[in-house]
């Protein structure tokens, strides 16, 4: 089964993609089998990959990351629980939560408040300095 996100097709085995330190491309899959990388080849344009076992596929982590972007277009609860952005960190297929205060409190309020997943990894964030030719308006 295969699901259409954002206009982009994803099987439901692949985690993601990325080029390793040596520029190799990694592709992350939830099946390693011989049929799951033939699967995968057509769809990653290679047959010359490696391929590593990852626990969530990337439809999942896309959808969480859409379910968590409607929370954080509340600005009051980014400020309250000094939630400063997310994405998906596809070499490490988890979703990166960034908070200015990580602690295990604010981690366990951002659980209560908004989503509980262990797809979700904690950072701490400093103070961002915009640019002032960039800032957003």
């Not at 996100?5 to 390693?32: H, I, M, S």
């Amino acid at each position: 089964m295969e699901r259409n996100l954002r206009q982009a097709v994803y099987p439901d085995c692949y985690g993601g993609t990325y080029l390793n330190e040596f520029g190799k491309q990694v592709v992350l899959a939830t099946d390693t089998s011989s049929e799951a990388k033939e699967h995968l080849a057509p769809f990653v344009e290679s047959t010359d990959f490696t391929l590593i076992k990852c626990t969530y596929s990337f439809n999942r982590l896309c959808e969480l990351n859409e379910r968590l972007g409607l929370f954080f277009e509340d600005s009051q609860l980014c400020e309250e629980l000094t939630w400063e952005g997310s994405g998906i960190d596809v070499k490490a297929n988890c979703i990166v939560i960034s908070l200015k205060d990580c602690s295990p409190e604010s981690i366990t309020r951002f659980r209560q408040k908004v989503l509980d997943s262990p797809m979700f990894r904690f950072e701490a964030i400093g103070n961002i300095q915009w640019d002032s030719a960039r800032s957003p308006k």
